[in-house]
């Protein structure tokens, strides 16, 4: 398809309910904000995002959304603040696992 034809809107309804799709979305069109757009959607969208896209505040939003995806966040991304989140949710839904500041 030519590049002209390949817009946010043409990938964002190529994604809805097939978060797979993410890999032919062009890199030229992965912005901050289109990136919280895709993780509002759909969280698990983050295992696709490149990390050179990725930053703190995205890995944050996944997991505010979801913290099952925290198996998707970069070593360098898991703060003591996700850490702490994901903990404490954990601790409220009586998960076992917990996640250590030592395995920052």
Do not use: W
Not at 45 to 66: F, G, S, T
């Amino acid at each position: 398809m030519p590049r002209k034809f390949k817009t946010i809107k043409l990938c964002l309804t190529s994604i809805l309910g097939r978060t797979e799709n993410f890999r032919y979305i062009p890199k030229y069109l992965l912005t901050e904000d289109f990136c919280k757009l895709l993780i509002s959607i759909d969280p698990y969208v983050l295992q696709y995002i490149p990390e050179k896209k990725l930053n703190h505040y995205l890995c944050l939003h996944a997991i505010l959304k979801n913290i099952d995806v925290i198996d998707f966040i970069p070593e360098k991304f898991k703060t003591k603040e996700i850490i702490n989140f994901v903990n404490n949710k954990n601790n409220e839904i009586g998960k076992k696992h917990f996640f250590s500041m030592y395995s920052i």
